[in-house]
């Protein structure tokens, strides 16, 4: 354990100093498990040391290696096994932590769809991208998400991940749900990847709260590159289709380095699962709609070993945002954070998130290192042998050093969160400040106010101060003038940050339209009753 002296007669002042920088330390550090100990369920307020582990041994990392996203919705801190959550049912994403590393302190840059799905495929904050609107009052900060009459999509400027791995060698494929914008030149295909199979919206347009049958509403569909095939879809058997693509993929490429971005409509509303998985939880719906994901999961792992390509292949799992609590039951668990979906809480937007690469990740890793969905785009374009875009600014940071095991604290210290046009908090190691507050429709009937939408956006002066070491839930704010350095320490780092942050134009609501709804038989009217598919 690390230690700290303090000289006889130091000032309080500088006790507190000098045990801020041990408590720093600890925050970021990891630490490993042999295969017959438990993981800490809730590992917030541990502490490790931070030591650099030594290179000796480390395997070489394999030129070009495959790259899998498996991407949740709407998925809470406290859903999973791995993550605290005493009836769910994920074995998959259990194995997957026993055999990789998990993260405590790993956050999406948005706490709705549209705008982190933006920040994951580009590396960079969000208003950059221009997803987000126009509109801003105290009742909404202009955060936002593109729909099924959209116009308009993240910014044609913005390079994505299978654009960027493109000139590299590498093939890429998606499926599910995109959210990124509908028409042509926004569709995931003409955005870098070379195939698509999945829905670009969100389900609502399939019902809004469950689904137990056949859809019977056209705004439920399934494209197949730029051509929709089922409309309305069968979702209750959409998984096996999605999965099955995955493997088609795989087989097809096996001797080509590829990227397959995996994005689940699970676990956001309407909440479903196919036959094998209704009915099997102690959840309900929830669950089982959790398990389905899970149940994918562990099909594509447990195909990548089939395959014998596991050892190069490396895989992210994370969500895009907390949970909606205001759906009750059908909804997720923040597991010990405040809030959920919609806010910046820690709820709404810190997210389980698991790394797994077989003879690169040391298994049985539990890492108390921040990271980010930012982080993730120029981690894969390091371990794939490209360099940053030029001439664009990156917030992600490359994680390969604290994967592989050479760092233990890797090289994020800070967090920035957003909601639409406003820097609503800063995080600085374990301190974090909200300068503005606000809750969610999406929290209307959980039970602190703090997270309804009728709390309005409120400015903070001064800002509210939490240690997330200690309170990671956000339930007692520091005393601002006690931590005076602390303070001007995050106030430096927003100064800096916000001379170099750009907003791209607003995107959402740009030129939406009717008649840019998906229609699998584009001359019919009346539109959208009539968008059927003879196959579907």
């Known amino acids: 354990m690390a230690l700290v002296y303090v000289a006889a007669g130091a000032s309080p002042f500088t006790f507190l100093l000098l045990s801020i920088l041990a408590a720093h330390c600890f925050v970021r550090g990891s630490v490993h498990y042999s295969n017959d100990q438990q993981h800490p369920l809730n590992a917030a307020d541990q502490t490790s040391q931070d030591t650099d582990r030594q290179d000796a041994g480390r395997p070489e990392l394999p030129e070009k290696p495959n790259f899998i996203i498996l991407f949740g919705d709407d998925m809470g801190y406290g859903d999973s096994n791995v993550y605290g959550h005493p009836t769910t049912s994920t074995p998959n994403l259990n194995q997957m932590a026993r055999e990789g590393m998990r993260f405590t302190q790993f956050y999406s840059a948005a706490p709705v769809c549209s705008p982190s799905r933006a920040s994951l495929m580009t590396g960079r904050l ?7 609107s126009a509109t801003a009052s105290n009742k909404s900060t202009g955060m936002s998400v593109f729909n099924s009459d959209s116009g308009a999509g993240m910014l044609l400027s913005e390079i994505t991940i299978p654009q960027a791995l493109r000139p590299l060698g590498y093939v890429s494929a998606m499926t599910g749900k995109w959210h990124l914008g509908i028409t042509h030149p926004y569709h995931p295909v003409s955005r870098g990847f070379d195939s698509y199979v999945g829905c670009p919206f969100n389900l609502k347009g399939c019902n809004s709260t469950i689904m137990t049958g056949s859809a019977k509403s056209p705004n439920c569909m399934i494209f197949n590159n730029y051509t929709v095939v089922q409309q309305p879809a069968d979702m209750l058997n959409s998984d096996a289709l999605y999965v099955q693509h995955v493997k088609d993929f795989i087989n097809t490429n096996i001797d080509t380095p590829f990227l397959f971005y995996f994005s689940s409509y699970h676990t956001h509303l309407p909440q479903f699962a196919s ?52 759906s009750d039951l059908l909804g997720g668990e923040q597991g010990p954070l405040k809030c959920g979906k919609g806010t910046t809480y820690e709820g709404g937007v810190r997210e389980p998130a698991i790394m797994w690469w077989p003879g690169v990740i040391e298994p049985n890793t539990l890492t108390y290192a921040l990271g980010s969905t930012l982080d993730i785009f120029p981690t894969i374009l390091s371990l794939a042998g490209g360099k940053p875009p030029p001439n664009v600014t990156m917030d992600g940071y490359d994680l390969t050093d604290l994967i592989t095991g050479k760092s233990e604290t890797g090289p994020r210290d800070h967090m920035f969160y957003y909601s639409g046009h406003y820097l609503m908090a800063a995080r600085l190691n374990q301190y974090k400040a909200h300068f503005y507050t606000m809750g969610s429709h999406c929290q209307n009937t959980y039970p602190d106010v703090d997270c309804h939408e009728e709390t309005p956006l409120v400015a903070q002066d001064p800002p509210l101060l939490f240690d997330l070491a200690r309170d990671p839930k956000e339930r007692r704010p520091l005393a601002v003038k006690q931590f005076a350095s602390i303070m001007a320490a995050i106030n ?32 019919c009217t009346p539109r959208p009753i009539c968008c059927k598919c003879p196959s579907s």
């Open 126 to 132: 969000f208003p950059r991208a221009g997803v987000y």
């Open 492 to 523: 430096g780092l927003v100064a800096q940050h916000n001379k170099t942050m750009t907003f791209g134009p607003p995107q959402v609501g740009v030129n939406d339209d009717k008649a840019n709804f998906p229609c699998c038989n584009p001359s």
């Open 275 to 326: 036959k094998d998985y209704i009915n099997t939880t102690r959840r309900g719906l929830f669950g089982d709609a959790l398990a389905q994901f899970d149940g994918d999961v562990g099909e594509i792992l447990s195909f990548l070993k089939e395959k014998g390509i596991a050892n190069r292949t490396f895989v992210v799992f994370t969500a895009d945002n907390g949970p909606q609590l205001a």
